[in-house]
Structures are given as C-alpha cells and as structure tokens.
C-alpha cells in the first residue's frame, strides 16, 4: 500500500505538459528476465533495418553536403539519425545477443562455434562504431555481411534461406 502511495505522488509530480507525445521512444530491448520469448529472426531483421538506414543516412549526407547552407538541418538530422541507428545495433548486440542468445558452451559443446559467434558480434559492434565515424559506405556493407555471417552459424538451414532471401537485395 505504501509503494501504491509512493507511485501515485510521484506521478502527480509529472509536469502535465510532459505526455507520451513529448517522451523518446525507448531503445529497442528485450526484458532479460526468463520470459522464454526470443525473436531471433525479428533482432536480425531490426538490425538489417538499422544498417539500411545508416547507409540511407550516408547517402543523404554526402548529397546534402554539396549543396549549400540551406541544407545544415538536414545534414545535422541525418548525421543523428545514423548514429543512433549504430547505436541501436552495438546495443542489441550487447543487450540481446551477448547477453542473453549466445551462450558458452558447454564442456563437450561447440567452442569453435561459440568462439565465431563472439569474433562476429565483436566486429558487427566495431563496424557500428566505424559507421559513427564516417560516411565510408564499406562499413554498412560490413555490418550486413557479418550479420549474415553470424546468422548461418545461429539458424537452421530453413530459418537461414528465409533469412538471406529477405535481405539478398541490400547486399
């Protein structure tokens, strides 16, 4: 009842021109509890979307950038855009995949293949970071071949041919 008492204060503290309206959308994070709900093949197509929006974003910078001053807010909102795109990809890497996917093996299991997953993960997050950096478009390109790379050492043969034929035309 008190915990009740204390929600209920806190929240008639909450300016009322604060609404949902007005709030960041939250990052895109599973609830890392034991729920048993994993959507593998939706984090692969989220981060498939993140990186075509990162090379949109390196596009529409490069093109804006010789035009002139009228296009600084554009350029501005692109380069934000893009960043935060590569940040969403290195933190479902984190969040999802290390955290909670990727598991150690166990003492007669697949070390060789867990070690792979781990060396793809790591350069996925690298490659995100290069995306921040620059406007190379090698990096996207980078990101996409490693998670696809990573995909066929985590899905089976049918979820795999889904996988690849959904993201064949962004390579």
Not at 49 to 65: C, N, P, S, W, Y
Request: with cysteine; aromatic share 6%.
């Amino acid at each position: 009842m008190i915990f009740r008492s204390i929600v209920a204060a806190a929240l008639l503290t909450v300016p009322a021109a604060v609404s949902s309206h007005t709030m960041p959308a939250a990052p895109r994070r599973h609830c890392q509890v034991p729920c048993g709900i994993y959507g593998d093949k939706i984090r692969i197509d989220l981060l498939m979307e993140d990186v075509a929006t990162i090379a949109k974003g390196m596009d529409q910078i490069k093109k804006l950038g010789g035009a002139g001053a009228l296009n600084y807010n554009q350029i501005v909102r692109w380069i934000t855009t893009k960043d935060e795109h590569a940040t969403k990809i290195q933190r479902m890497v984190a969040d999802y995949w290390l955290a909670q996917r990727i598991k150690a093996p166990k003492p007669n299991g697949d070390r060789a293949k867990y070690l792979k997953q781990l060396e793809l993960m790591h350069g996925i997050t690298v490659a995100a970071m290069k995306c921040k950096q620059t406007l190379d478009p090698m990096w996207p390109k980078k990101v996409r071949s490693l998670v696809l790379a990573f995909s066929k050492t985590y899905f089976d043969k049918e979820m795999l041919e889904h996988i690849e034929s959904h993201h064949k035309d962004h390579k």
